[in-house]
């Protein structure tokens, strides 16, 4: 078996051929846009005598912006709680700080050493392509069942998460989507319907006081009305506290959040990955969700032991003026081509009732 960092002529001109096309793709669904330059660096892979590079079950989908002084940490982190083959996908997004230098080092130093890691794809934007639009590129080297969104700043503290993931995706024919941080609605309901579920998340935080430490969070009961239901901890403040039960249970709803988010592969390239023309930062996995939703798919909550602080998140960072505009710009474009969701929200479209509640959870045991 080899290990080495891949950047032959052949292997560059395929991928970025495969970029190039989606810069193009990208300029007409937005009626004109030009993505910012974005190019292919090469790939730390392990291979067998025959050259063919190993399989892998999950590709981790990772943009990084700025994030030299943790993504060592977060990389070795979800490295040692991964106990599938597993491919890493890393698009460093205009980054001014050493995080394309950290990272390669790292590799360098350790690739052969991680026995589940197969591959790990470097790619570098001149300018800042923002979050939805990193996802697509990536999505674009998958070729493995499931692909992961994973942001650069979560530490996926949790060995079983994906093997949990993977025996819901076999229990559940029509699941597409689990994410380890919450599900929540696509459209708040009437001030009336949410009184009652409300009530109970205000009961079910005095009871957490109560019982707990007081730097712990308990998940408590889930009703489909609740417009947000998953991890409500603030780390180091605070940190989530789940039982036995809940750790085996998929909490069905509406759309999936941040990550970490597991989706299916196959289905997520049906739809032609997030809408990123019409959402550039955020709200891209709800209206995948809603996409699949109207296809007949379902998406749920599967509690996970992951975290991250609030300021090393990629979005809570100050932006420099040049990077504002370029969001600006972006944002103007969204404005003109709505999604599915934008439309959902303006009473536009309709969510498919189809069969996909007729269940709140989904025991794995």
């Known amino acids: 078996m080899l290990y080495e960092f891949l950047e032959s002529s052949d292997e560059k001109s395929k991928f970025q051929e495969l970029i190039e096309s989606y810069r193009s793709d990208f300029q007409n669904r937005s009626r004109g846009f030009e993505l910012p330059n974005v190019n292919y660096i090469g790939c730390f892979q392990k291979t067998v005598k025959n050259y063919e590079s190993l399989d892998s079950q999950i590709f981790v989908s990772i943009p ?44 360098k130093a350790n690739f052969r050493n991680f026995g589940k890691l197969s591959q790990v794809y470097f790619i570098r934007s001149l300018g800042d392509l923002f979050e939805a639009t990193c996802e697509n590129i990536l999505l674009l080297f998958c070729s493995s069942p499931y692909f992961v969104s994973m942001q650069a700043d979560i530490y996926l503290a949790d060995k079983s998460f994906f093997e949990r993931s993977l025996k819901g995706f076999d229990k559940v024919p029509n699941l597409f989507a689990l994410s380890g941080r919450a599900v929540i609605l696509l459209k708040h309901k009437s001030k009336f319907y949410s009184t009652i579920p409300s009530l109970f998340v205000g009961l079910r935080r005095v009871i957490g006081i109560l019982k707990l430490d007081k730097k712990q969070k ?26 036995s039960r809940e750790f085996q249970t998929i909490f069905l709803g509406e759309a999936v959040i941040r990550g970490p988010i597991i989706w299916r592969s196959e289905i997520i390239k049906q739809l032609s990955g997030f ?74 479209l309709e969510l498919n009732k189809l069969k996909n509640f007729s269940k709140r959870k989904v025991f794995l045991n």
């Not at 070795?76 to 991964?82: C, G, S």
């Not at 009703?223 to 506290?241: C, E, V």
């Open 64 to 107: 990084v912006k700025n994030q030299a002084q943790i993504i060592n940490s977060v990389m070795t982190t979800l490295i040692e709680n991964t106990n599938q083959s597993f491919t890493i996908g890393l698009l460093f997004d205009n980054c001014d700080d050493e995080s394309e230098r950290v990272c390669k080092d790292f590799f």
């Open 218 to 243: 308990i998940l408590g009961p889930y009703f489909r009305g609740l417009k947000y239901f998953g991890d409500i901890s603030d780390p180091p403040k605070t940190r989530m506290n789940f039982n």
């Open 275 to 348: 809408n990123d023309v019409a959402h550039v930062l955020g709200r891209d996995e709800c209206d995948m969700s809603l996409r699949a939703s109207n296809r007949g798919y379902v998406v749920g909550y599967l509690p996970t032991l992951s975290y991250s602080y609030k300021e090393m998140g990629t979005s809570r960072k100050k932006r420099t003026v040049e990077v504002q505009k370029q969001l600006s710009d972006r944002e103007k474009i969204a404005g003109q081509n709505p999604s599915d969701l934008s439309l959902f929200w303006n009473n536009q």
